[in-house]
């Protein structure tokens, strides 16, 4: 069965991800709830005339997508596969209210193009003149693990060699506005780095864009592998959960002693984070834990920034200060468990591998 | 005329979020598609919905927009002939 390589990995997010050079080395910090990404300069991505269309999700796709290939010395990728929660979020609202506001006339062209949730991947394609597998996964807090289930299936049967496999999510003041009115969010402004210090309801809101090249064969950066996948619906106990990561894991032939991190979703939503503490104390105990929300917010594909966060590691074999959970530091880092879940509905479980 | 074509020049930049062209730079008479801005076919839409919103023409033969959208100055000219009609 063929390994899964991270041959490179390009994230713009919250904090300055964009350049692999440097791992959080400066920490953005955030006193509002709605964080939103540090952005590269794009003209070193976009020319100028084709960046004028585009809105700020398909940029750090682009740019992100881009990092990758670059590291990986991939030019043509053999399949482009992007999720996304809500996909274009800002061009879809700009549709939407010139809309109403022309009472359904004079609607301008741009939005429309761009508003659908496959514009990240068409728009890589494009660029690169690729007419290869091309598929974008919109399944809430799913999405990005579809992905890599996909990229895993694709690489794994011979059909693909390398992958260029992305999680996207734009945030907006409307969609902000309007999820909070579903209790997503905190109802009074939070420092970032507090986040697990606020004893409230809701989280903070966030956005990002990762994309890695996946390949059958190991290239010359050193981001581990991935090596398994799951995702499960709203499980009926903590106990159940705890059992379907032990089989998990058992599914790769290592026990819960055998990780030598494991990075939490942790939310800073009293509702939903019990299960996390739980999970760490009867499974984890010794193990050293991360936690990666504070950093990037919360959003459908948020684990993609959790993956990047892993993937680093890995590579540095170092684990930042401000990600930590405890003082625990590991001998060498090999197995590296994520943990996520979305609003406690969508769960998910990525192993990454040295 | 000449009003108009400056301020026609700053709602092309505005529409087409032309991040990088200021008003000076763009050629009254230079053809807008093709070469000179180079415009695009996306653009034109953009450019006929401008024409309908900003100052109430439509145009009804999709034939004369190759005429009326050749340059800043040839909107100008179609603007001042058709308005008010």
């Known amino acids: ?354 | 005329m000449e009003e108009l074509i400056e301020r026609l020049k700053g709602e092309i930049i505005e529409v087409l979020n032309l991040e990088d062209v200021e008003p000076e730079e763009i050629d009254a008479d230079a053809p807008l598609f093709g070469e000179g801005l180079g415009l695009d076919s996306i653009d034109a839409l953009e450019l006929i919905v401008l024409l309908e919103k900003n100052y109430g023409i439509k145009i009804e033969d999709p034939k004369d927009g190759k005429k009326i959208f050749f340059s800043v100055r040839s909107m100008a000219e179609y603007i001042t002939e058709h308005k008010g009609k």
């Open chain 1, 1 to 354: 069965m063929s390994e899964i390589f991270i041959n490179g990995i390009g994230a713009v997010t919250p904090q300055h991800t964009h350049d692999n050079a440097r791992f959080l080395e400066h920490i953005e910090i955030y006193d509002h709830n709605n964080l939103r990404c540090v952005n590269p300069n794009f003209k070193e991505f976009i020319p100028p005339m084709e960046l004028r269309r585009m809105s700020r999700i398909i940029r750090m796709g682009i740019a992100s997508a881009r990092i990758s290939m670059k590291e990986a010395g991939v030019e043509m990728p053999d399949a482009i596969i992007t999720g996304t929660g809500m996909g274009c979020v800002e061009d879809t609202e700009k549709f939407l209210i010139s809309m109403i506001d022309n009472k359904e006339l004079l609607l301008t062209p741009t939005s429309f193009i761009r508003s659908t949730h496959n514009t990240v991947g068409a728009q890589i394609a494009l660029k690169l003149k690729c007419h290869n597998y091309n598929f974008t996964y919109v399944h809430r807090g799913f999405s990005f693990e579809n992905v890599l289930q996909d990229a895993i299936m694709l690489i794994r049967e011979g059909d693909a060699g390398n992958v260029l496999a992305g999680g996207i999510d734009e945030t907006s003041d409307n969609h902000y506005s309007i999820s909070g009115r579903l209790g997503f969010w905190k109802d009074k402004p939070v420092r970032n780095l507090d986040l697990l210090k606020e004893r409230s309801n809701g989280t903070i809101a966030g956005e990002g864009s990762v994309f890695a090249m996946l390949s059958n064969v190991k290239g010359e950066k050193d981001y581990g592998r991935l090596t398994d996948i799951d995702t499960f619906i709203s499980p009926e106990s903590h106990l159940y959960t705890k059992q379907r990561i032990e089989n998990f894991l058992g599914q790769s032939n290592l026990n819960p002693g055998d990780i030598d991190l494991v990075i939490l979703g942790y939310s800073g939503d009293i509702r939903y984070d019990e299960v996390f503490d739980t999970i760490r104390n009867s499974l984890f105990s010794g193990i050293p834990a991360a936690y990666f929300k504070h950093l990037c917010g919360e959003y459908y594909t948020s684990s993609s920034f959790a993956f990047w966060l892993a993937a680093q590691i890995l590579e540095k074999q170092f684990i930042p200060a401000v990600v930590k959970l405890d003082d625990l530091n590991p001998n060498g880092i090999n197995n590296v468990l994520i943990y996520n879940h979305f609003m406690e509905h969508h769960h998910t479980l990525m192993l990454l591998s040295k």
